[in-house]
C-alpha cells in the first residue's frame, strides 16, 4: 500500500492516471472500506445501497467493474447503472434512493487519466473525508461485510424523462450539440427529439474514450472550433458542447461567439429570481463581477464561493440557493430540479430561454458593461509545488496590504479590474483569470500577474 500517490487523493474526488495510480486493486479495495464506512455511518444491519455509474473512457469498464466487486465485498448492495454522464448517476441516487453514489470519470482530465466522484446522502465526499480514506487504504483497514450483492439497472430512459418533463415550448430553435464522444453521447441524441419545437443535431455523438475529434473540455477555446464551424453550415442558433462526462456545458451564440459560464448564469438568474426575488445565487470565484453585481440588479443576493462541485453543493444545502454555478461550466438548478451540476439539465433551461421570445441570447445580454477578460487559464505546476507557490503569492498580498478576498485563493481587486490565482484541485496547475474594463488594462494587470509568478518559476500562459 506505500505505492499510493498521495496527491490523487484531491479535495473533491480521487483522480490520477489509470493503471499507473488509480488501478484496478486500489480501486477495488476503495470499494471495500467505502462500503464499511457507510455500515458503520448508518448504524444498520440492512446492507446499504450504492449506485454506480462509469464514463466512456476506455479504463472505465474494468474500474467500474472492481469497484462493484469491492463495494459487494464490503457488504454494499451495489446498484450499477452502467454508461452515463455524471449527472444521470446523481439522477440515478435519487430515483433509487441510494445510500450513495460512486461516478467512475476522468471528466475532462487527458484520457490516460480516470476518478471516481464520491456522494453519500445525497452530500459529495470532499475535503477531510477523502483523506480519511487515504489513511485507510494505506493502513490496509479493511472490515469486510456479508450481504454484499451486485445488478445492473438502466435509468436513461427514466432521466430523459425527467430532463424534459418540465420544459416550457416556445418558438422553434435550431441547435447543435457536441457531445465529444463523451458520455454526454448516450442520451444528448435522444434530449434534443424530446424537445417540442426544436431542430438540431449532435456530432460526435459517438462514445470513445480515445476523444479522437477533439478533446472534451469546452473551457478551452479551439475545443469549440469544430462546433462552431457546424452552427455556420445548419444555420444554429445555438450551440452547446460538453465535457467528457457531462456535468459542464460550454455555448455558443448566433454569431458563434463562446457565452461563458458566467454569463450563463445571468441568463438564468434572471429567469430565476423573477419568481424567486431575494434568492442567493452563487458563483464561484473565478465568475465575472459582471455577474455579481448583474444578480444583485436582479434582484437576487450573489455569493462568491468556492470552485468545486462538491463545495458548490455543500453551499446550496447551507444557503437554500436555487442557483449556482462555475465558470467553467458547472450549473446547478435547485429551481425546478435536484441541486446538482447537469449540463444536459442546464441545455435544456438554456433552449427554453432561448425559445420564450425572438430574443437573441447576445440580445438578452446586451445591456451588461463591456468588459475584457481572460478565459480560465490553467498553469502547469507540478502537484509538490503548487501549493507552496500559492501560499508565497498569498504571504506577498498580505505584506502588501492589498484588499483582496481568500475564499478560494487570492482574488485582488485593483484599479479598473482584478486578477485571480487559484491551486486547481483536478490538475498539476494553477488557475489564473484576469478581467478589466479595458484592453489595455488587462494586458497592465496580465504583465503584473505574470511578474509575481516569475520568482517563483511559473510562466502566465497566452490567451490570444
Known sequence: MNAINPHIFREYDIRGVAGKELTEALVFDLGRIFASRLREEIATQTPPEVAIGRDGRLSSPRLAEKLALGLAQGGAKVNDVGLVPSPGLYFAMHHFKADAGIMVTGSHNPSDYNGLKMVKANRSVYGDQIQDLKKALMAAAFQDHPGGSIRQTDILATYLARLTQDFKPGRPVKVVLDCGNGASGVIAPQLLQQLPGIEGECIFAEVDGRFPNHHPDPTLPEN???????????????????????????????????????????????????????????????????????????????????????????????????????????????????????????????????????????????????????????????????????????????????????????????????????????????????????????????????ALLEPEGVKLPSWQ
Open 224 to 450: 469549440l472550433h469544430q462546433l462552431r464551424q457546424r452552427m455556420q453550415e445548419t444555420g444554429a442558433e445555438l450551440g452547446i458542447a460538453y465535457d467528457g462526462d457531462g456535468d459542464r456545458i460550454g455555448a455558443l451564440d448566433h454569431q458563434g461567439r463562446i457565452i461563458w459560464g458566467d454569463r450563463m448564469m445571468i441568463l438564468f438568474a434572471r429567469q430565476i429570481l423573477a419568481t424567486h426575488p431575494g434568492a442567493t445565487i452563487i458563483g464561484d470565484a473565478k465568475c465575472s463581477q459582471v455577474m455579481f453585481d448583474a444578480v444583485a440588479q436582479a434582484g437576487g443576493v450573489p455569493l462568491m464561493w468556492k470552485t468545486g462541485h462538491s463545495l458548490i453543493k455543500t453551499k446550496m444545502k447551507e444557503t437554500g440557493a436555487p442557483l449556482a454555478g462555475e465558470m467553467s461550466g458547472h450549473l446547478f438548478f435547485a429551481d425546478r430540479y435536484l441541486g446538482f451540476d447537469d449540463a444536459l439539465y442546464a441545455t435544456v433551461r438554456l433552449i427554453e430561454i432561448l425559445a420564450e421570445s425572438p430574443s437573441t441570447l447576445a440580445q438578452r445580454l446586451s445591456d451588461l458593461p463591456e468588459v475584457y477578460a481572460t478565459p480560465e487559464l490553467r498553469i502547469d505546476c507540478p502537484d509538490e509545488k503548487k501549493f507552496q507557490v500559492m501560499a508565497h503569492i498569498l504571504k506577498g498580498e498580505q505584506k502588501k496590504g492589498t484588499e483582496f478576498s481568500d475564499v478560494d485563493g487570492v482574488r485582488v481587486r485593483c484599479p479598473g479590474g482584478w486578477w485571480l490565482l487559484r491551486v486547481s484541485n483536478t490538475q498539476p496547475a494553477l488557475v489564473a483569470r484576469i478581467e478589466a474594463n479595458s484592453e489595455a488594462r488587462l494586458h497592465e494587470i496580465a504583465r503584473q500577474v505574470a
